[in-house]
T-cell receptor
């Protein structure tokens, strides 16, 4: 499965847009890109998943360029409650076995 | 509330004790997982079950013994643990094993301390 690389930490302020980029140079044709959020002492929570171009839901947007070697999670107008660790994962799609491997993630701190 | 319930939430045990962690999912999923999260470390995948059959054992020591009696329940039996096994143990479930079927649903975790 493709290895992912993302920044260890980021800082932002309330009301700003935050973009977290993840690189996955060895992504395969059948792989999907998924992002999770984790608060301290809780299990990760699914945020968004995409294959290519742009996906948007009520929480975030996910931008994936044509070569799919990277992806960017965009959080609009963050608040203090968005302080968490964000994980980018690459998961094998239909027809393949999936082993969801979490990396170190990006620790986002939102300041007042 | 994610539909995945883990008990107990906190457990303290000695190295010679035998204890079990329990996970139950109410989502109708067929795949269940155990992950371990040590302090300041990424989540480590331990075991994967699909339709009650173990499909992945990620080189986990035998002092951790999983059991999946049905698609809704998953146990992790603990025996002769070491202090370095102290961690947050997370259970998750998913509809299928394929990455495009959506998300993993995680429980709140069981915080284990081995003395």
């Amino acid at each position: 499965l493709a290895k992912t690389t993302q920044p260890i930490s980021m800082d932002s302020y309330e009301g700003q847009e935050v973009n977290i980029t993840c690189s996955h140079n060895n992504i395969a044709t059948n792989d999907y890109i998924t992002w999770y959020q984790q608060f301290p002492s809780q299990g990760p929570r699914f945020i968004i998943q995409g294959y290519k171009t742009k996906v948007t839901n009520e929480v975030a947007s996910l931008f994936i360029p044509a070569d799919r070697k990277s992806s960017t999670l965009s959080l609009p107008r963050v608040s203090l409650s968005d302080t968490a660790v964000y994980y980018c994962l690459v998961a094998r799609g239909s027809g393949g076995y999936n082993k969801l491997i979490f990396g170190a993630g990006t620790r986002l701190a939102v300041h007042p | 509330e994610t539909g995945v319930t883990q008990t107990p939430r906190h457990l303290v045990m000695g190295m010679t004790n035998k204890k079990s962690l329990k996970c139950e999912q109410h989502l109708g999923h067929n795949a269940m997982y155990w992950y371990k999260q040590s302090a300041k470390k990424p989540l480590e995948l331990m075991f994967v079950y699909n339709f009650k059959e173990q499909t992945e054992n990620n080189s986990v020591p035998s002092r951790f013994s999983p059991e999946c009696p049905n698609s809704s329940h998953l146990f992790l039996h603990l025996h002769t643990l070491q202090p370095e096994d102290s961690a947050l143990y997370l259970c998750a479930s998913s509809q299928g094993l394929a990455g495009n079927t959506g998300e993993l649903f995680f429980g709140e975790g069981s915080r284990l301390t081995v003395l």
